[in-house]
């Protein structure tokens, strides 16, 4: 069965670091493009970021470019999300996704809150 | 950046009907459109990709069809664990998702 489980979210004043991490199993982690994807509270859905299946290619939408990274360790079955110079509007609950046909499986979500 | 225009934003339904969820593209897509429910927990799960293919599992109540910009998504008899938010997604670009559809009971 495939699981993906978020963690690293909480309270974070604006202007500082979050990593979020996402642990994968139930399936063969270094085959799959994987993405982050964030929904804000009582909003819709928005993706983040993808990485492909060996890391060598990112891509991000243009609120976080510069911001954010993405990056796994294949090794460890985890994805990874660092977000530096936080705002206010990048509150959200942070998912992560593997991104086969796009966004085939979701984890349940971590929730990052930029306030001071 | 292509954007999808999801109609009705609400939509009431009774147990038992048959209803339809449209995805409007602001450029041809090229049936590159998914569709995810969302319960009221937050999970998250694809129900449809490549406009009509049905995820292994997900009941054959559940059709999506469309072309060019128009896209929808159909439940033929409601079940009440259907009722969720409802999103459409589209991958001819960049991902972009629809604005989602509310179903809720009448």
């Known amino acids: 069965e495939v699981q993906l489980v978020e963690s690293g979210g909480g309270l974070v004043q604006p202007g500082r670091s979050m990593k979020l991490s996402c642990a994968a199993s139930?399936?063969?982690?270094?085959?799959?493009?994987m993405a982050w994807v964030c929904q804000a509270p009582k909003k819709g859905l928005e993706w983040v970021a993808t990485?492909?299946?060996?890391?060598?290619?990112?891509y991000y939408r243009d609120s976080v470019k510069g911001r954010f990274t993405i990056s796994r360790d294949n090794a460890k079955s985890t994805l990874y999300l660092q977000m530096d110079s936080l705002r206010s509007e990048d509150t959200a609950t942070y998912y992560c996704?593997?991104?086969?046909?796009?966004?085939?499986?979701w984890g349940q979500g971590t929730l990052v809150t930029v306030s001071s | 950046d292509i954007q999808l225009t999801q109609s009705p934003s609400t939509l009431p339904a009774s147990l038992g009907e048959r209803v339809t969820i449209s995805c409007r593209a602001s450029?041809?897509?090229?049936?590159?459109l998914n569709w995810y429910q969302q319960k009221p927990d937050g999970t998250v799960k694809r129900l449809i990709y490549?406009?009509?293919t049905l995820e292994s599992g997900v009941p054959s109540r559940f059709s999506g069809s469309g072309s060019g910009t128009d896209y929808s998504l159909s439940i033929s008899s409601l079940e009440s664990e259907d009722f969720a938010m409802y999103y459409c997604?589209?991958?001819?670009?960049?991902?972009?998702f629809g604005g989602g559809t509310k179903l809720e009971l009448k």
């Open positions: 139930g399936f063969t982690f270094n085959n799959y493009d």
């Open positions: 450029q041809s897509i090229s049936n590159s």
């Open positions: 997604l589209q991958y001819a670009t960049y991902p972009t």
């Open positions: 996704a593997r991104d086969d046909k796009v966004f085939a499986y």
């Open positions: 990485i492909s299946y060996d890391g060598s290619s990112t």
């Open positions: 490549s406009t009509s």
